[in-house]
């Protein structure tokens, strides 16, 4: 499956973003997702997931409570809506597909190419 990432771009602090990430072919319905982050200087981060249903989504712990993963399989697309955003999200954000669940980078067999999302202060 080919993924494509958007919605990126400069928000401020306390600020809401929401990115989304399209899946090709028919078998979108048929992963987990997940979405990464990597700031600079600093390893890839596991944010969410989400199970192949909707059903079940699980986050790390930085973003508890403020971060919400979803998915519409008729539109091959899961989504990112952040909100109470703070300096420290600033990072390019990536969405993976996995067909297990897992939050860790070695779970995902497939990547999209990133998003920037700039948090000022």
């Known amino acids: 499956v080919q993924l494509q990432a958007s919605g990126g771009g400069l928000v401020q602090a306390g600020g809401s973003l929401r990115l989304s990430c399209v899946g090709s072919?028919?078998?979108?319905?048929?992963?987990?997702m997940g979405w990464f982050r990597q700031a600079p200087g600093k390893e890839r981060e596991f944010v969410t997931g989400?199970?192949?249903?909707?059903?079940?989504?699980f986050y790390g712990d930085s973003v508890k409570g403020r971060f919400t993963i979803s998915r519409d399989n008729a539109q091959s697309t899961v989504y990112l809506q952040m909100n109470s955003l703070k300096p420290e999200d600033t990072a390019v954000y990536y969405c993976?597909?996995?067909?297990?669940?897992?939050?860790?980078?070695?779970?995902?067999?497939?990547w999209g190419q990133g998003t920037l999302v700039t948090v000022s202060s």
């Open positions: 993976a597909a996995s067909q297990i669940i897992a939050t860790y980078e070695e779970g995902y067999d497939y």
């Open positions: 072919g028919r078998t979108f319905s048929s992963y987990a």
């Open positions: 989400i199970d192949w249903s909707g059903e079940s989504t």
